[in-house]
């Protein structure tokens, strides 16, 4: 194997996590330094890269997962060598040749640009294996990382482990064509996603988008055919196709170290758009792993213009989604993510980036309604108004959106599209836009359906599941349930098929609880489980649980 197309390096993490300071968690920082030759020591191990028979490579490299206190900031660091070679912002199909030189099967991983494009491949005792995957370049350099899966949750417990690796083969993509029609791409969060009719009436103004467009051509509605997660659905007509693969609790960065905008680029062409709201979730600091700072938001905007632009994809920022949040600030609607909406301006104004003020325009829609109509537009609704759904005993949301929220700001968006200047792609979009259709707050039927609708002003109602996942073996989930007036913090519990009593499964503060409206949690999967929340109160006293869900998982 030639390597000396590479330049080489060696990544390590020499000290702890700094941790928790100002509400703010800092993992610990990479060191990288460059080897010069394969024959370099670096400290700690005597040799990080070797040639063996036949110029077959032997990487030495260890790695470790650490959680820090809350269990919500999990991070998995691997020290050892790193490839890197000049590809520009392109699209690439890369192959590699691990060999197992040794007794056991081993589980191989690899990282390009710190997303993980090998997960667990299972390399048997004496075996080569072949592994190909297509990396979609946001940096000028591409970053490949080779490790072996260990289990180690600190840096003392992680030993270091050997891989042999006997070419790695790279080829440029063939350059892609523009589409038949657009496709408008949505990269966002919950506030933007399709949900299944088990959530209804919440839904994301992406949901309802098509209906600004072609209104007169026929739609078929169908999930995109990656299927890398089931949020991602399409709505095509004759004219123009809208694919929104906006997915909750998800950020600038987050969206990307797991690998969604690198999917999301696989599937775009040039002449595609690509509409990008962020800010709800990189402003939840108590969520490590999704945190971005304000002063961070502008470099992540920028990967995500430079690799659209690279590839002849229009991208169009959308800043977020007011909050309905008048209701600590005495009925007044201060303008949400404030500090992330300027940056997404300012970003727009100096890349001369089509930008819409959502953010503005559904803050001064909410101030012109009222507090009491502003919750016909998020995810307000009474107990039995939904008996079939995740709401069936109401729900008070002030983030996410109901049908007529979703049809509302979906309806500004598209506005914004028709009044803007300045922009040829824009001008291109215009003639496929049709706001002739106007949102109509419908009824509410309230029902009483069998099951419990608690009235006891202790017990947490409201309770309901968001957004069920599985991912590396745990069950990835988030829970929702209305404020309890006088509670200090609140018990969630899990009951899982073999348990014959509910176990604690976390405490959950007041002002965790208020600083996002949807909570995460994960438990191990291949079980069926059931979930409950109880309130606490500042004598230590506990309610009765609210309602009891149960899943699969």
């Known amino acids: 194997m030639d390597i000396e197309k590479f330049e080489i390096g060696y990544k390590e993490y020499p000290d702890k996590a700094k941790g928790w300071s100002g509400g703010v968690y800092y993992p610990r920082k990479e060191v990288v330094k460059r080897i010069q030759t394969q024959q370099d020591e670096v400290k700690d191990i005597p040799t990080a890269i070797d040639t063996v028979i036949n110029g077959t490579l032997k990487i030495s490299s260890r790695t470790w997962t650490e959680t820090e206190e809350t269990g919500f900031g999990i991070y998995t660091y691997v020290e050892g060598p790193i490839f890197v070679l000049k590809t520009g912002l392109k699209d690439y199909k890369w192959t590699v040749i691990f060999s197992n030189q040794g007794r056991e099967p081993i589980r191989v991983n690899c990282y390009a ?148 905008w690198n999917a999301l680029l696989r599937r775009a062409r040039p002449g595609d758009y690509c509409f990008i709201q962020w800010a709800h979730n990189d402003a939840t600091a108590v969520r490590p792993n999704r945190y971005v700072s304000v002063s961070e938001f502008d470099g992540f905007l920028m990967k995500y213009i430079d690799s659209c632009r690279s590839r002849g994809i229009y991208p169009v920022l959308v800043t977020p989604v007011s909050r309905r949040n008048c209701d600590d600030n005495n009925g007044e609607f201060p303008l949400s993510f404030g500090e992330y909406r300027d940056v997404m301006i300012e970003v727009g104004r100096r890349e001369h980036v089509p930008t819409i003020d959502l953010c503005r325009m559904s803050n001064e829609y909410m101030k012109k309604v009222g507090p009491e109509e502003a919750k016909d537009l998020h995810l307000w609704c009474p107990a039995g108004a939904y008996p079939d ?114 176990f604690p499964l976390r405490s959950v503060t007041v002002k965790e609880k208020k600083s996002a409206s949807v909570l995460p949690f994960r438990l191990p999967a291949a079980d069926v489980y059931q979930v409950k929340v109880t309130a606490v109160f500042e004598d230590g006293s506990e309610s009765e649980s609210s309602r009891i869900i149960e899943f699969r998982a």
């Open 113 to 260: 640009d710190e997303v993980l494009m090998i997960k667990d491949a299972m390399i048997m005792p004496g075996c080569d294996q072949e592994i190909s995957f297509i990396n979609c370049s946001i940096h000028e350099n591409t970053t490949l990382q080779f490790f072996v899966s260990d289990a180690a949750t600190c840096k003392e417990d992680a030993g270091f482990n050997s891989l042999y690796i006997k070419d790695i083969e790279y080829i440029e993509c063939e350059e892609k064509k523009q589409g038949i029609k657009p496709t408008i791409f949505l990269a966002s969060d919950s506030t933007v996603q399709t949900y299944e009719k088990f959530y209804y009436p919440q839904m994301g103004w992406g949901q309802a988008f098509e209906k600004y467009f072609c209104p007169g051509e026929e739609l078929t509605e169908y999930m995109s055919d990656d299927r890398i997660y089931p949020q991602c659905h399409v709505y095509e007509k004759e004219s123009i196709i809208i694919e929104n693969r906006s997915i909750g609790a998800r950020s600038s960065r987050s969206f990307i170290d797991e690998g969604k």
């Open 389 to 502: 759904g995740a709401y069936k005993d109401g729900v008070s949301d002030n983030t996410h959106l109901q049908e007529y929220g979703a049809l509302i700001y979906a309806r500004m968006v598209a506005g914004a599209i028709l009044t803007m200047e300045g922009f040829e792609e824009i001008d291109k979009l215009k003639p496929y836009v049709d706001i002739s259709f106007e949102p109509v707050k419908e009824p509410l039927m309230v029902k009483e359906g069998p099951g419990r609708l608690d009235t006891a002003t202790d017990i947490p109602t409201g309770f309901a599941m968001q957004e069920l996942y599985v991912a590396d073996s745990m069950a990835n989930f988030l829970l929702i349930w209305n404020d309890v007036e006088g509670a200090r913090s609140y018990n969630v519990y899990r009951k899982g098929s073999v348990d014959f009593q509910f």
